[in-house]
């Protein structure tokens, strides 16, 4: 008869080797779905002036492969310089500031698209280390490039520490053109202040590939000073994130859903579902410490599996906009982009330095490949 107390030790071992091997090819289907989390490369131009894309030049999906003249301006990437010069290349990150079409300025000149006001056309490079990199945009509209006024009134500033810190500063009283007075459609074309990182994920991912895309981050807002009670109606600054998603079917069809991190008004600490100055459903939830809105100083961090959020913003549309008709499954619809940073109404200086960002994807057993088909036209 076998004693089989000697085979225990080797049994032991055994199991604890298969089980380490589990945990490891468990840790190893696990992926990070943002590229660049540290902000090293630097940041693009790719959604303010691509004009073709791999996927739907249309929709702007998947890998820049052309960029918009924009002359007298220039499109540049952020910090190597023009892409006349660069070339056709892109970054993970990107800007969103709204856009300006068809305006007329102080001085009476009508202008047909204000590229003044984007970065990735307009800004002045202070340091460019291993360590730190960091840009400006200031006011000059106007101003002789001899003017000793130039470089003085600060819009924006960029500050990444390169390791996966990034600092968002913006004085909206100083904007080049900041005129609306609502969140509505009269003025999706004369936008309100927007400072936003932008990433559009190439893969395009879609949620049923995945059993759960855990969303982390931090941040900290160092500052939000209202700098003047214009416009009497509403005057708020807004720290947020939104993912936008599509309908695989049906690309379309747009569902944003975020979180309100810091609001400059308390009062809005309450989830949020609406539909933008495009006509598209949005649905945002509150950031809340102890029942109430943040306060400025305190660091604090977030942590969401992202199908849920999506679920429930699917759920609360369905109820509040039938007529939208979105597919109430989660698993029916993909990832295009992710922004996050300022926007509002009125006059406002603002920072907030973010930290520890992240997205990582759980894949589904059987997951069918991550890409959607074949490309567009453009």
């Known amino acids: 008869m076998t004693n089989s107390k000697t085979h225990t030790p080797y049994l032991t071992s055994l199991l ?6 589990a945990s490891s090819s468990s840790a190893a289907d696990s992926r990070e779905l943002f590229r660049d989390t540290t902000f090293a490369e630097g940041f693009g131009a790719s959604w303010s002036y691509g004009s073709k894309f791999t996927l739907s030049s249309e929709r702007k999906e998947g890998a820049v492969t052309a960029y918009r003249e924009i002359w007298p301006w220039q499109v540049h990437l952020i910090p190597e310089g023009s892409v006349t010069k660069v070339g056709i ?6 800007f969103e500031e709204g856009g300006h079409l068809n305006v007329t300025n102080a001085r009476g000149e009508f202008i047909p698209e204000l590229h003044a006001k984007k970065l990735v056309a307009n800004h002045v490079i202070e340091v460019n280390t291993p360590e730190k990199l960091q ?3 200031f006011n000059n509209d106007g101003l002789a490039d001899t003017d000793p006024q130039r470089n003085t009134k600060l819009v924006k500033r960029i500050t990444t ?3 996966g810190k990034i600092t968002l ?13 609502g969140y509505s459609a009269q003025f999706a074309l004369d936008i309100w202040p927007h400072l936003l990182l932008v990433q559009n994920f190439h893969d395009l991912p879609k949620l049923r590939d995945y059993e759960r895309l855990d969303f982390t981050l931090s941040w900290q807002v160092t500052k939000l000073k209202q700098l003047s009670d214009w416009p009497a109606a509403m005057p708020d600054m807004n720290l947020q994130f939104y993912f936008l998603l599509r309908e695989i079917a049906h690309p379309e069809r747009v569902l944003w859903v975020g979180l309100l991190q810091h609001p400059s008004n308390p009062k809005h ?10 006509d598209t459903v949005m ?6 410490v102890d029942g109430k809105t943040a306060s400025v100083g305190p660091q604090h961090t977030y942590q969401r599996e992202l199908k849920t959020l999506v679920r429930e913003a699917l759920a609360a549309s369905a109820v509040k906009q039938p007529e939208k008709k979105l597919s109430v499954n989660a698993d029916d619809y993909y990832i295009h982009l992710f922004n996050i940073g300022w926007e509002g109404i009125g006059h406002w200086d603002a920072e907030a330095e973010l930290s520890n960002l992240s997205l990582e994807g759980k894949p589904t057993a059987t997951q069918p490949g991550s890409r959607l088909a074949a490309p567009d036209s453009p």
Request: net charge negative; glycine share 2%.
């Open 283 to 288: 649905h945002r939830e509150p950031f809340l």
């Open 169 to 181: 500063a913006y004085n909206s009283l100083n904007e080049i053109r900041n005129v609306a007075t």
């Open 135 to 137: 840009f400006a945009q």
């Open 269 to 278: 600490g309450f989830i949020h579902t609406a539909v933008d100055q495009w």
């Open 89 to 94: 290349k892109e970054h993970a990150w990107d």
């Open 16 to 21: 604890a080797l298969l089980l380490m091997a």
């Open 161 to 163: 520490d390169r390791r």
